[in-house]
Structure formats: C-alpha cells, structure tokens
C-alpha cells in the first residue's frame, strides 16, 4: 500500500442478521488530495463498535444509514500527511469519524487532535474515545448514579462496560457484571474492581441478580437486551433507572427484537427506562476526558483493547462484537 | 339492609383472566363496634378501579395483594354513624380505604373528611380522589409536561385519561385522545377538548398517530399497555416521556403480557418510560386538588361518573371496567 493508494470498504448491500464478507466492496482509490481547510489522513487503528451494525439499517435512527456503495462510517485515529488547515499539520495524530478506508480527506472542523505521548492512540477509540464518553454520561447523567447505589452492568468486561464498572467504584457503589465466561467473569472482577460478576453462559442469570443484589438494583446498564433485560427488571428496587445504552444481542435481527415483558416493574418500582446517544454531549465531553484522565492516573481507571491487525481484516473483525468474542475495546490496525 | 348488618364482598380464590361471579364470598356480619379512636361509618359509594384487578394477584407489587378471605380493598366515600375519634362527628361524609362493605370500623387517621357542598360525593372519588391526583403527578411531575407539548393518552375518556386530556389542554398543550367507539371519542374531542380523538376499535392507531401527531408525541400517558403502547413508543419526538400508569389491556393476562418491542425507540429518541404509583405523592394531594378545584370553578375541567347502584352488581360492574363498557368513572352506589 503506498499514500496514493486509497483501500476502502463499501457497503454494497444491507445486512440481514449477521454481516457477512459478501455486504462489503472492497474497492482500491487513488488518494484523494485536501482542498481548502481540508487535511488528507492515514488511518492507524479503526474503532468496531456495535452501533456500527445499526448503521448499515434502512430506516430512521439517530443519525442517517450508510448509503448503499458509501464508505463505511467509522471512527478512527489517524496521522495528518498533508493539511490545508491551520490547525493541523503533517505528524499530527488526530480522531474522528473517517471511515473504514486507509486514507481521508476531511474538513479540519471535523477532527480533533490526540497526543500519544499521553496515552496510547488505542485509548482514543476507548477509554478516552466514545466508549468512554458513553460510559461516563450514560451513568453518571442519564443513570444518576448515588454513592451507594447497586450497579448491574451487561457485557462488563466490554469498551463501555468495563468503564462503567470502573466509574461506579470510584463513586463508592456495589458493582455486579454480567459477562460471557469466565475468563472474562475474573477480569471484570480482579482487575476492574466489580464486587461480583454473573456467567450468563453458563449461571441462572435472575438467580444470579437474587444472589449478587439482594436489595435490588438501582442502576441497570444494559448494552445487550434480550432476556437478561427482563430479569433486571424484575429485580429493580424503588427509583431504579435502567440505561439504555444498546442491544447488542439484538443488533442483527432487530425486525424480531426480544420486547422486556417486564416492563410493569417500572410502574410498581416508580422506576424508569431511558435511552440516550452520546453525541449529545459532544460540547461536555472535555469534561469527561479531564475527569477520566485524573482517574486514570490514579490508576482507578483500566482500560484493555483488542486489536486485530490488517485491515483486510476488517469484516470478520466486525462479526467478533457480535459473538462475544472480542475481549475489550475492539480495535483494527491498519 | 339495617345497621346492624354488614353485607361484604371477600376475595375466596385468586383470579385467572377475567374475575368471575365465584371469586367473590358474599358475606353478612353483624356491624361491628368502633373502639378508641375508631369511626364507623355506612359506605355510600364504592369507587371501581382497574387496579383492583391487580390487587387480587398473589406476589410482589406496591402494596400487599388482598388476602384470601379478606375484605375486597376498595376506596370508598362513606358517612359516620358513630365516632369515637375527635375529628370526626356523626354525619360528617368522608373518603378512605374502607372496602367493599356497607360499613366499615376503621381508625380516624386513615379517612379524611369530604364536602357534598364543594362537589358532589363521587366527585371525591374522580376528579378530587385517586384518578384525578392520578392524571395530576403522572402528566405534571412524571410527565414533565411543558407548554406546546404533543400529547397522546389511551383511556381517554376514562377516569384517569379524561383528566389528563383537560389538564394537558389548560397548560397549552395540542392533545389526542385514543378511546374505544364513537360516541367516547365525539366525547373526548367535543368535552373534554381534545384536538383529536383516535377510535382504536376501527381505526388503525399507527396511522392515526402519524396523522394526529406528525411532529410526533412529547408526552405519552399509556393506561392501557398493549400493542397501542408499540405504536406510540414508534412515534416519540427526541426527549419524548412515556408514563406508564397502567396496562387495563394487560390485567386479565399478566402471565403473558404483552411486551413492547419498540422499546428501542427509547434510544433513537433519548426518551423515556416512567412508573409511578400515586401513593408515593399523598403528602401533595392538597396542593393538587386546590388547582383541580380552581379548573373546575373556571369550567376547564369537567368530570363524569358512570354510576351504577346496587351493592349486589359489584362482581359484575368490575367486569366492565375490562370490557371497555364503563363510560367515565365507574362507582358503584351502595
């Protein structure tokens, strides 16, 4: 690959269910040159989300789909080659939403720098990325969370999950994680602080919730759905709130979504159930960072990525944030 | 019917589905005797509520389910016969939780007094009692109404719905009704001033939201649960709430509930769905009933009883309150 070979990844049909290597094109372009006020970018690591695969759905959601023969949207950190902007210029490593390709170009306004003499440029796409930007405004904003409360946490040791832990801990809370295995079930306890964590593959997950949070929850984060939503609910204490940060063991056949039939619990707890997007809170997010970075240097905040090198490697790298068989924040290396 | 006679309605077995004719023990005793601080008093009307049927449930909820045998619990406007508590006096009408019973010992702290001169005495068991502090907190403090907001309630010409409609229309609010037949629909539009009404027995609610509310729905004040609460979460505006304070369609079948598959939209639209029970809110029914007083004598709100007598008919006029066939508060007149 030279910098004036372009590799990309096009979506060149919509999924059903689980996105297979035939949805993509993979397509070679010249690299295309910045105009004004713009900076042309090599891609380093490209961040897998699981929102990703809501994306690549027709139909409205928070923000527009990825258009049929488009660029994948994702979010990456790159390195600045060439910059028409007076903000930036080449060495500089910057983030931002530039898709799954090698090189872009884009308008300053939409990028942001990193340092990697602060942390390493993984970091960005996690802890200090949106995986923790949602961490953070999810509970402490949409979960109002309350020294003391009883946290629950679904996919624990994930980018999101594995924050909120962390987070709750700091904010003095009894932590239960939910996540698939036991290697993960350790890691989510011994290294990130969770005062339990439930095995839904192999434990009784209601049962689990009944053991771990005798008096109830306070605060549900739910990224998965599904069932283990249901036995939450039906474990809520008074004034609960359950945050809905996703549904990733929904995300590939959403036209058949499991419905929580447990929804009344809400009623008789005077509880609530509230989604959010984190892009709402663009203009706090340097809020966010300071607090995250001052936790991480008090060695109160981990943070574990997954990377997979090549970027060929891209859609059988997508389909590990649906089988669980990522192990931290998911990252591809280009 | 004499004084000394108690005629009684006792829950002999737990109900499945729709509560029969043989769930119910009636039952005479002698009328008992007030002790210190005690009251007795004749109950004159008997208020029909859909959370009855949720109080006949075995299991957890917000208060205790009716025990076998025991007196059905019931809200009740009744008058003293004999007071052996300071605050009240022979003649005086008061409202409280005295059961489905013609008399009632019950201790003083748990009635207070009511006015047949203000309003008449089932007023105190609608717009002044339960549903009206109902609709008040659920749209108000749940609901977070504010002014120009877009407000879609099931139920509407029901007890609970007929108060929200009005409350919504005096704060500035366009509001749309959904309410079973013609004639309750021509009702909510023509006196309760609803700006739409959607007849969910021949219309298709989807469609009627969409037209009705193409901005979509800010509020949501669901009493009825079911596929109608689908179809509403599938029209929430960005920050929309969802009051959940009931499911009528639901309560003969809570083992198999219907579960909104839509919760989803929750996320897209940063919305939320709320619980709440009108208890936790009685140390602010004063300030309530001032302002429902104050609409009231404006003309701005309006009330309806569907008032049936005869003690006998209370198996079956609870029955209508599932059927759809109550119009307006159903009380039951001793």
């Known amino acids: 690959m030279s910098a004036s070979e372009n590799q990309q ?3 060149a049909s919509r999924p059903k269910g689980m996105p297979g290597d035939e949805l993509w094109e993979q397509r070679n372009e010249p690299t295309p040159t910045p105009g004004d006020n713009e900076v042309l970018v090599a891609t380093r690591y490209i961040s897998l989300d699981p929102a990703m695969r809501g994306w690549m759905n027709e139909g409205k959601s928070y923000i527009p789909p990825v258009g049929i023969g488009e660029v994948m949207r994702a979010i990456a950190v790159s390195e600045v080659l060439e910059s028409k902007h007076a903000n930036f210029k080449p060495g500089d490593h910057v983030g931002g939403s530039t898709g799954v390709q090698t090189h872009a170009v884009i308008k300053g306004e939409e990028l942001h720098k990193v340092d990697p003499a602060i942390a390493p440029l993984p970091a960005y796409l996690s802890v200090l990325g949106m995986p923790g930007m949602t961490a953070y405004f999810g509970l402490l904003e949409v979960g109002a969370l309350a020294e003391g409360d009883t946290v629950l946490v679904s996919a624990a040791s994930g980018a999101v999950g594995a924050i909120v832990c962390q987070i709750a801990k700091t904010k003095g809370c009894k932590v239960v994680g939910l ?18 964590c439930i095995n839904y593959k192999n434990e009784n997950v209601f049962a689990g919730i ?12 739910d990224n998965v759905g599904g069932e283990i ?3 939450a609910l039906a474990n809520l204490t008074q004034g609960a709130r359950v945050v809905i940060c996703g549904a990733v063991s929904q995300y590939n056949d959403m036209g058949n ?18 989604g959010f997007v984190v892009f709402d809170y663009q203009n706090r997010y340097g809020e966010a960072a300071t607090a995250m970075a001052g936790w991480m240097g008090e060695g109160k905040l981990k943070h574990k990525e997954d990377i997979v090198e090549g970027f060929d490697k891209f859609p059988a790298t997508l389909r590990k944030l649906f089988t669980g068989d990522n192990f931290g924040k998911l990252v591809l290396k280009v």
Chains 1, 2 share one sequence.
Do not use: T, W
């Open 9 to 11: 990844f096009r979506l």
């Open 179 to 196: 996540a698939g295995g036991a290697e993960k079930c350790s890691y989510v306890v011994d290294e990130l602080g969770a005062d339990a």
């Open 210 to 221: 009944q053991k771990h949070c005798p008096k109830g929850i306070n605060v549900y984060f």
């Open 229 to 231: 939503l249901d036995d």
């Open 257 to 274: 979504i499991y419905a929580p039939k447990n929804y009344m619990s809400l009623l008789i707890n005077r509880a609530r159930m509230e």
